[in-house]
């Protein structure tokens, strides 16, 4: 399991992305969950972060999955429309 930092606006997006795409390397198994419990502040860029990471997971050909998505940011995923992408 991948775990997003607690926070993660536009100034962290890129080197978590480089982190999460490091640990996808290291996932051996057909899926790929990325826990977002501790995210506590957050922007828009969190789900770039994660819906460019699930490109990247089901392209490596694995199951993606997000665990504890904040209510919040779940709620932004539906009004932009990708809530369903990311299981919400």
Do not use: W
């Amino acid at each position: 399991m991948l775990v997003l930092p607690k926070q993660l606006t536009q100034i962290e997006a890129t080197a978590c992305l480089t982190l999460l795409r490091q640990g996808l390397q290291a996932e051996m198994g057909p899926e790929v969950v990325v826990d977002a419990s501790a995210l506590g502040h957050f922007d828009s860029a969190a789900l770039a972060v994660l819906l460019e990471f699930r490109r990247n997971s089901i392209a490596a050909g694995k199951h993606f999955k997000v665990s504890g998505l904040p209510t919040r940011l779940g709620n932004l995923a539906t009004l932009y429309g990708v809530g369903e992408l990311l299981g919400t």
